[in-house]
């Protein structure tokens, strides 16, 4: 989840095609199994988004959906309202903090203690078996990367996977970047990922880290004095 508050431009839609979706997409969606959204915005919070959901489970009650979300808007009535009840194949939630400290200083305008509620909510319709699959992503950075082994634990509460995935580089963010991608050897604090995915909780997680897991175990320490050099770098 990005730190800064961006505009959503609304004039991407025509006004007068919104309430043709269904009807643009019907050719599409009468022989379509699954219906999947991507990861740029937050689907709950789009009304335009909200409106297509609802209208493709009323039509096509065959269609499952695989939804990406920052898990703040995805709430017990949001999920009954969009009549998604039993019709969801895959829930992913942008998680990346297990804390509130660091979910705060992660996410700008979020809402922690909502998350986790709506994270419990779906992990009750994942083990009654109205959804088929439950993930996490979690991006890895120097802010959270000592909450990696609490999100395992937490993934195996809730029946859900886990991927953790590495940062992005952005042109305009690249000095934040730098002090927050501890997956680079030159971090000050990268001798302490490495020795954190090398304990047993992290080494016997492949059962639940679906993505990253080979990645993080590769790592290798760097020398001593090298870390020494990395910690008094400006």
Known sequence: CRGE???????????DKEDKLLEILTPWLQNAKY???NAVGEVFASKISRDLIRDIANNFPNIKFELITNGIQCTQENIEKLGLTGKISMMTVSLHAHSEKTYNKIVKGGNYKQVIKNIEYLSELKKKGEMDRFELHFTVTSINYMEMLDIIKLCRKIDAKVRFLGLDCSRDLEKLYN??????????????LVKLVHTPEFLNAKDVVIQGHEYFVALEPISFIESLKNKFRK
Do not use: G, R, S, W
């Open 5 to 15: 508050n961006y505009k959503i431009n609304t004039n991407l839609i025509p006004k």
């Open 35 to 37: 219906v999947k959204t």
């Open 179 to 192: 002090e927050i991608n501890i997956q680079d050897k030159k971090h000050p604090e990268y001798n302490k």
